[in-house]
């Protein structure tokens, strides 16, 4: 294997053709983008053409291929199916939240990837956002005293559109909650470590369509700390300011913006006692707060070369596949919540 790694993408249509191949593979310095995957045949020709890639026109064509990797961003229902074809195939896959439908699906295609000796890993992109990095270091080092409470939040406006598999639980696994939750879940546990228990609320507040568009989760962590997520897909883009808040026994860290897709989130951490700079990367600002601005880097760039990078040194990823199952469990076990009106204890 040379120091760039071949990748292969599936559903490349969406989420691969606005962010992950431009951003990412084409950007990435142990990546190169060969071929790529689409049940639309056209946008797929159109997207081999954009980034100078090959169509090939099934997953096995993909597979028989040269490729060393595989970048799933097709439907959440079609996931299982195509990392264990990936599997089958002996390439290394990166795929995107959340992994499976299910617990057990995502069980299934952990053992797959395991039996064929091939790297599995999940696309929780935000966890490289550096602000989050930052912030993540000062709990590391003691800077907020004990973690006490976080919240994360990720809304959007998301009106009923004919087919849109995101729209019924039997193509996506849920709404906003399976959608944009999971990253939120996925931080706060990066941030305060485990979760121990759950319970949540799921709703249709504005849109009739079968997946929720509204859900809150309460979180308590094995630490002691709690949290909460809330996450809509009917508030208008612009008033949900995604907003993340850490607080500990020794201050608070609050961010506006930086949960989302691009690098235009700020940070500023509130600290007991912090009297010094924290970096050359801090300022001071109004109310003694320190703005948090390391230099941004783009999070498709990032997740794409930390694998890449993974499969070359034969380590495990950053972005590693127990994220993946984790998340699957806290998922579940608030869809268990929300429908039995209990608290649930993670197992
Ligand atoms: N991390 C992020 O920033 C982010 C953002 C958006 C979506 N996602 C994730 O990416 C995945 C895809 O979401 P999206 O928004 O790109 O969806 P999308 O519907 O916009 O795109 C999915 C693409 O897959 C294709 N497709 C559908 N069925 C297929 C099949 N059987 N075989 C091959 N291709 C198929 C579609 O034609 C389409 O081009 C989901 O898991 C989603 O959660 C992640």
Known sequence: MENKIKWGVIGSGGIARRRT????????????????YDINAEVNTAVAKEFNARAVNSIQELISSDIDAVY????????????????????????EKPLGMTTAETEKMISACKAEGVMLGTSFMMRFVEQHKAALQLIQDGRLGKPVYGRAQLSCWYPPIEGAWRQDPASGGGGSLMDMGSHCIDLLE?????????????????????????????????????????????????????ILELYGSGGSILAKGTIGQGPAGEMTAYLE??????????????????????PPVNTYRAEIEEFSCAIIEKREP??????????????AACYESARTGKTIKIN
């Open 21 to 36: 191949i431009p951003e990412g593979i084409m950007n990435a310095d142990h990546a190169v983008l060969s071929a790529v």
């Open 72 to 95: 799933i961003a097709s439907p959440v229902n079609k996931h299982f199916e195509h990392v264990l074809a990936c599997a089958k195939g002996k390439k290394h896959i990166l795929c």
């Open 190 to 242: 990066m941030f305060f470590g485990k979760i121990r228990s759950v319970s949540c609320f799921i709703n249709n507040s504005v849109h009739p369509y079968r997946s929720e568009d509204s859900a809150v989760v309460s979180l308590l962590f094995e630490n002691g700390a709690m949290g909460t997520v809330d996450t809509y897909f009917c508030i208008p883009d612009n008033s949900s300011k995604n």
């Open 273 to 294: 006692g912090d009297s010094s700079g924290y970096n050359a990367q801090q300022s001071r600002n109004e109310g003694d707060g320190i703005s948090i601005n390391p």
């Open 318 to 331: 950053k972005n590693n596949v127990d994220l993946g199952l984790e998340s699957q469990k806290i998922l």
